[in-house]
């Protein structure tokens, strides 16, 4: 089993094993949500009976506050590992107040089909809705800001990130989600139809599991990219051509490109590149590194007409020659069956 896969699925009996009976514990019930009490008594946050058993089911709204001997708590975390499993649950509608979202909190709820969060919440802690597998979308609200790694792994049907207009912490671009300052590259959906993607101009650094997962058979990452966090291509199997702009190897290690897609793939470079990239950690995996320049590569790319059209990467003819491209943006072009960059 791949090692990003057990690490999800163990942590939380890991911590079972470590804790022991503990952490079964949750201190009252209300209707169908079970709680536990804060250091201080004065807030509650959702947590679960037994740990892995998927508690909830159907729909589930958690209030803004709850009932607990006879006085009003208000409800202020979804803690770590609270709907874990939850196979059952189809929809939950989040309250006002809530302002972070634990480890792993929806981890596996594989037929949760939506999620509603309010404007309060601020974090998204590690893996919280990893294998989500049937939510199409997700809308970021206006006071998340902090983003945690693995949080949207194996969302499959994940089509796209809406945001809400007063959030100043991320942004959406073609369906994706960024920075607000587009230096970082957080999450592709991998549901999004679609097979090829291109890296905004200034992005720095692909944050890990970024491409996790993805159906893309063709990835342009830009030239001011300078990072790739671990994990950023894990099980992005259909993967075929990277494109890197990049004249310095952006750092990575080992563990950001599945071996069968370092083994097949093409990845091409400028000419004066490819050896840093052949020697380089991470890159230096992929058996096949192409130079290419303004007048295409050696070797073969993803169409083979040769009629001197012009191509986008995803097949359509956007010019009838090569003379003719001054209108279009700057990006990944074919030609006679050859990949050529427009600056």
Same mark, same amino acid.
């Given at each position: 089993?791949n090692?990003?896969?057990?690490?999800?699925?163990?942590?939380?009996?890991i911590? /079972?094993?470590?804790?022991?009976?503990?952490?079964?514990?949750?201190?009252?019930?209300?209707?169908?949500?079970?709680?536990?009490?804060?250091?201080?008594?004065?807030?509650?946050?959702?947590?679960?009976?037994? !740990?892995?058993?998927?508690?909830?089911?159907?729909?589930v709204?958690v209030p803004?506050?709850?009932?607990?001997?006879?006085?009003?708590i208000?409800v202020?975390?979804?803690?770590?590992?609270?709907? =874990?499993?939850?196979q059952?649950?189809?929809?939950?509608?989040?309250?006002?107040?809530?302002t972070?979202?634990?480890?792993?909190?929806?981890?596996?709820?594989?037929?949760?089909?939506?999620?509603?969060?309010?404007?309060?919440?601020r974090?998204? /802690?590690?893996?919280?809705?990893?294998?989500?597998?049937?939510?199409?979308?997700?809308? *970021?609200?206006?006071?998340?800001?902090?983003?945690?790694?693995?949080?949207?792994?194996?969302?499959?049907? /994940?089509?796209?990130?809406? =945001?809400d207009?007063?959030?100043?912490?991320?942004?959406?671009?073609?369906?994706?989600?960024?920075?607000?300052?587009?230096?970082?590259f957080?999450?592709?959906?991998?549901?999004?139809?679609?097979?090829?993607?291109?890296?905004?101009? #200034?992005?720095?650094?692909?944050?890990?599991?970024?491409?996790?997962c993805?159906? !893309? %058979?063709?990835?342009? !990452?830009?030239?001011?990219?300078?990072?790739?966090?671990?994990?950023?291509? *894990? %099980?992005?199997?259909?993967?075929r051509?990277?494109?890197?702009?990049?004249?310095?190897?952006?750092?990575?290690?080992? %563990?950001?490109? %599945?071996?069968?897609?370092a083994?097949?793939?093409?990845?091409?470079?400028?000419?004066?590149?490819?050896?840093?990239?052949?020697?380089?950690?991470?890159? #230096?995996?992929?058996?096949?590194?192409?130079?290419?320049?303004?007048?295409g590569?050696?070797? =073969?790319?993803?169409?083979?007409r040769?009629?001197?059209?012009?191509?986008?990467?995803s097949?359509?003819?956007?010019?009838?020659?090569?003379?003719? =491209?001054?209108?279009?943006?700057?990006?990944?072009?074919?030609?006679?069956?050859?990949?050529?960059?427009?600056?």
């Amino acid at each position: 089993m791949n090692s990003v896969i057990l690490k999800s699925l163990c942590a939380a009996f890991i911590m /079972l094993s470590a804790f022991g009976p503990a952490a079964l514990a949750y201190d009252f019930k209300v209707g169908s949500i079970y709680y536990g009490l804060s250091n201080d008594r004065k807030s509650a946050y959702v947590t679960y009976a037994n !740990l892995g058993q998927g508690d909830y089911s159907g729909y589930v709204r958690v209030p803004y506050e709850v009932n607990w001997q006879m006085q009003s708590i208000p409800v202020k975390k979804i803690g770590d590992f609270a709907f =874990i499993n939850s196979q059952r649950v189809d929809s939950v509608h989040i309250a006002e107040g809530v302002t972070s979202i634990g480890q792993q909190a929806f981890s596996h709820c594989y037929f949760m089909q939506s999620v509603s969060l309010p404007s309060t919440v601020r974090s998204l /802690l590690d893996y919280a809705f990893e294998y989500c597998e049937d939510m199409t979308s997700f809308r *970021i609200p206006a006071s998340l800001s902090q983003i945690n790694e693995g949080v949207f792994y194996d969302c499959k049907s /994940l089509r796209g990130f809406t =945001i809400d207009e007063s959030n100043t912490f991320f942004m959406v671009a073609d369906d994706a989600l960024y920075t607000a300052d587009m230096k970082e590259f957080v999450q592709y959906p991998c549901g999004k139809p679609g097979s090829s993607f291109t890296v905004a101009d #200034g992005t720095t650094t692909l944050r890990p599991y970024s491409f996790s997962c993805c159906r !893309l %058979e063709w990835a342009v !990452l830009p030239e001011s990219l300078t990072a790739v966090g671990d994990y950023a291509f *894990i %099980e992005a199997t259909a993967l075929r051509h990277i494109v890197c702009l990049a004249d310095t190897p952006p750092a990575c290690s080992e %563990e950001v490109f %599945e071996p069968t897609v370092a083994s097949t793939a093409t990845l091409y470079v400028k000419p004066e590149a490819v050896q840093a990239y052949r020697d380089a950690t991470g890159w #230096g995996s992929f058996a096949k590194i192409v130079a290419f320049d303004a007048d295409g590569v050696e070797g =073969i790319g993803a169409d083979e007409r040769t009629d001197g059209a012009v191509y986008s990467i995803s097949g359509m003819k956007v010019a009838n020659s090569k003379e003719n =491209i001054e209108n279009l943006p700057a990006g990944i072009y074919f030609t006679e069956g050859k990949p050529f960059i427009k600056k």
